[in-house]
């Protein structure tokens, strides 16, 4: 009976190895079944054994030998004595694999009272365990009405023939929003059938929700760009399969989406084999050099119907420069073709009358003229000229040509056609009968009327396909204009970042210069380059802050210190530019629940806007900030006296991508993203201006989540005296290790110095090592590695490293923090803070030792 739950537990750790890149919850619901299995299997195996008749009495009854009773019942208590320390033994290992899992794990009756949670389940809730396992607390309490329902519904298919299902569920959190977690549930019945309790592993999965989403709206965003145009958008491999077609292309082919999609229809099979040909040979002429090229083809549709279409192709190639796919706009010039066949029948007929030609131009729905070149004057229009132009027969001069845009755009065009005999798709403006402008193709041929000189001109209205390529060329500009910025953005992160170790190396020896120097004077001096160099650490730490690409965190926040910071990182261009920086920040101000680096960036992104709107006016140029707090509402005021905007353009001012700044000065993006902040923090942000009045940003944030935070007791205290410790730094800048290596030598410490990770390996080898302090980015065996080599030569040094960096923006260090746990300092270092994180790592360490 106990190879059960071996099996099980042996298959489990197998697949758990063999899953580990997975992020499979199979190897963890093996596991825990096989330890199940194996407690109830001894469980069982205990109750067999001491419910057992004593048999023995009878059998030595009658020798009367105390001394076997005796023996015996030490051997029966030695095997129970075994028996327990097993079954303890199998509940310590189940909890330390329970315990260590990332997933959740949890047991919870049907009426959602919980009877056991491991560790990570109570992180994800931010909860401990004792109020988790309450009486009083009910873990369906979480979920709203809609949710509560779905998973009653979910419980209610658990059965003893299928005890297992799957769910993902939704829960609304005050801090954290919404969340979301997927749960393999496991139902336990009893002998009866009736459903007792419920043993689930979940995990989060809120991150690839939101990813989901995100992608889902950029899809939607797109889709309705393309879907909306009424010319067609095809994708299509070079052998004719389609792979995308909007919704215009399907209505023209008057087939599903499906059909087209479907790996049964070629594009190809609807050309004539010459169109065939032509098709082919004008794809072999695109290349990368020249991926774009235009042609007109004759289609022999599905329905019978033969329509001509004019198509944009432009081709997509390989790293190889093989032509992998085209992706085409197109339309139906059908009209256009059967309007020129028109005209050239026509001029036949009209050698056969008038009447004939009429009845041709007037099935037409091309707006179609007759005008004398010598004039001019209006010969000949058919019905739709005369609904969509306003022309009649018979206006003359300046009312002849009223409908174009311009006249010397009609002059040459004019021009053309007396030197050529025809013009195709001639652009040009004209205004339609209701006054409205459009844009027209004119298709023109130099003719005889009536013995004069005439211009037969069919118009075709191109207004939307020019709104549609405007359209596109604005999103690329925009998509450009990004890039740009978030290229900007990284370049300044780098330059942060390497300003870290000597702004490190400035910043502690200043300190020690001033905590030990007698001299008031080299005190004054020091005081003044710690000063500067704390200066430029908080805007390093302010570029590193808005270089992260990190999910927003929400937490208490001073907007004085945001207000502070933001002027701080603008300082020298507001003061490059003659601007008189003035604040009025309110003392005691409440704090605001929201993300820190958000605000930063809303406060920052109104100061370089005032800054640029205050250099198109004279001196003196003032920038204003106020903060008041009343009622729970916080209230941040930016003003200046730069030249204010008209009510068009304040109307406008919070839309995205608009902007009144000449190509290349801005992309319109700045204010759109300060209103999406504030109004995602429940706030609110108004303007008002008025031309020549400069210009008043209001914002309005709630303070009812968060209270005031106070200093710290211990805040601006030095660090109480250290008892003295072996400390190995490591780090390979020489400058940076030897100025921690001097501050903890001050605080009493014996201090050496590895200049790389296996030099470190070697000391620790060899050396008591109370404290081990590394750089995280280090050529060769980084600090990862260190902490990874440390657990296999001494496991019990890995819990005592402290790891100091500057390179935070590296998402592998993010994961290896959030895997280990491993405390982390940032650069540059602040002397006092550093020294204090010291003292109390190597304190809890002390009060850890048993």
Request: charged share 25%; aromatic share 6%; glycine share 8%.
């Amino acid at each position: 009976m106990a190879a059960l739950p071996l099996v099980l537990l042996v298959a489990g750790l197998g697949l758990h190895q063999f899953h580990s890149r997975q992020a499979s919850l199979v190897p963890y619901a093996i596991i825990l079944a096989g330890l199940l299995a194996f407690l109830f299997a001894t469980h069982r195996i205990l109750l067999r054994e001491f419910s057992r008749p004593d048999a023995g009495d009878e059998r030595f009854a009658g020798d009367g030998s105390e001394q076997a009773g005796r023996a015996s019942g030490v051997a029966e208590d030695a095997e129970q004595r075994r028996t327990r320390e097993a079954l303890e033994a199998s509940e310590q290992r189940y909890r330390s694999v329970v315990e260590t899992q990332t997933e959740f794990v949890m047991r919870m009756l049907p009426n959602g009272h919980l009877t056991f949670v491991n560790e990570a389940y109570c992180r994800y809730c931010e909860m401990p365990r004792e109020k988790l396992l309450d009486p009083a607390w009910c873990d369906l309490d979480q979920l709203t009405q809609a949710e509560r329902t779905r998973f009653l519904a979910h419980v209610a298919r658990l059965t003893p023939d299928n005890p297992v299902a799957t769910i993902e569920l939704k829960v609304e959190r005050p801090m954290r929003g919404s969340t979301w977690a997927a749960w393999t549930d496991r139902g336990i019945f009893d002998e009866n059938g009736k459903l007792t309790e419920i043993q689930s592993v979940g995990r989060d999965v809120t991150e690839e929700k939101r990813a989901l989403e995100a992608l889902e709206a950029s899809e939607q965003r797109y889709r309705s760009v393309v879907e909306l145009q009424t010319e067609f958008v095809v994708r299509m491999s070079p052998d004719g399969y389609l792979t995308f077609v909007n919704d215009a292309y399907c209505r023209a082919c008057r087939m599903t989406r499906e059909q087209l999609l479907s790996p049964s229809w070629c594009e190809l099979d609807v050309l004539p084999p010459d169109e065939r040909r032509r098709f082919v040979e004008h794809l072999g002429r695109l290349t990368p050099q020249a991926p774009d090229a235009s042609i007109e083809l004759l289609n022999a549709m599905p329905d019978g119907v033969s329509r001509w279409l004019a198509w944009n192709d432009h081709g997509i190639f390989d790293g190889e420069g093989r032509l992998i796919e085209v992706q085409s706009v197109g339309r139906d010039i059908s009209d256009r073709v059967f309007a020129e066949q028109a005209r050239l029948e026509a001029e036949k007929l009209s050698r056969e009358g008038d009447a004939q030609f009429r009845a041709i131009a007037e099935g037409v729905p091309l707006p179609i003229t007759i005008s004398a070149i010598d004039g001019p004057e209006i010969l000949f229009v058919n019905e739709p000229a005369r609904k969509i132009l306003g022309v009649e027969i018979g206006q003359v001069g300046a009312e002849a040509i009223s409908t174009w845009e311009s006249r010397a755009r009609r002059d040459d065009l004019m021009r053309l056609l007396l030197r050529d005999g025809l013009v195709d798709a001639f652009e040009a403006g004209m205004t339609t009968m209701q006054g409205t402008r459009i844009d027209t193709l004119v298709s023109a041929r130099l003719i005889t009327r009536g013995g004069r000189p005439a211009m037969l001109a069919a118009v075709t209205d191109i207004t939307r396909q020019r709104e549609a390529e405007a359209e596109i060329a604005r999103q690329r500009e925009t998509l450009y204009q990004s890039e740009k910025l978030s290229a900007l953005g990284s370049l300044l992160a780098g330059v942060a970042h390497e300003l870290n170790n000597p702004l490190s190396v400035v910043i502690g020896y200043s300190s020690m210069l001033k905590e030990f120097s007698t001299d008031s004077a080299t005190v004054g001096r020091a005081d003044k380059i710690h000063a500067a160099a704390e200066r430029c650490s908080r805007i390093v730490r302010t570029f590193l802050a808005m270089a992260r690409k990190k999910p927003p965190t929400r937490g208490a926040v001073d907007i004085n210190e945001v207000v502070i910071a933001s002027l701080e990182l603008a300082a020298y261009s507001l003061r490059s530019a003659g601007i008189e920086v003035r604040t009025e920040l309110e003392d005691g101000l409440a704090n605001i629940w929201g993300d820190r680096d958000q605000l930063h960036q809303v406060i920052t992104n109104l100061a370089v806007n005032a800054q640029q709107a205050l250099l198109q006016v004279p001196h003196p140029r003032r920038l204003t900030i106020i903060t008041t707090g009343q009622d729970g509402i916080v209230e941040i005021v930016v003003a200046d006296n730069g030249p204010g905007m008209a009510e068009t353009v304040r109307a406008r001012a919070f839309e995205p991508f608009y902007t009144t700044k000449s190509a290349g000065e801005g992309t319109g993006v700045g204010l759109s993203v300060c209103h999406g902040i504030v109004t995602a923090h429940d706030g609110s942000i108004e303007l008002d201006s008025t031309e020549g009045g400069g210009a008043r940003f209001t914002i309005r944030l709630p303070s009812g989540k968060a209270e005031t935070v106070s200093a710290p007791a211990t805040a601006g205290k030095a660090p109480p005296a250290p008892s003295a410790a072996r400390i190995l730094v490591v780090d390979d800048d020489a400058d940076i290790a030897a100025m921690i290596a001097e501050l903890l030598r001050r605080d009493g410490h014996e201090v050496t110095i590895a200049d790389d990770a296996h030099a470190a390996l070697r000391a620790v080898r060899h050396e008591r090592v109370d404290l081990l302090i590394s750089d995280i980015r280090m050529p060769g065996l980084d600090g990862p590695g260190l902490y990874r080599a440390l657990e296999g030569v001494r496991p019990g040094l890995a819990g005592r490293l402290l790891f100091v960096t500057g390179d935070t923006l590296a998402p592998e260090i993010d994961r290896f923090i959030g895997e280990t746990g491993a405390p982390v300092v940032e650069k540059p270092l602040d002397p006092q803070s550093f020294r204090r994180l010291v003292t109390e790592r190597l304190s809890a360490m002390e009060e850890a030792k048993p």
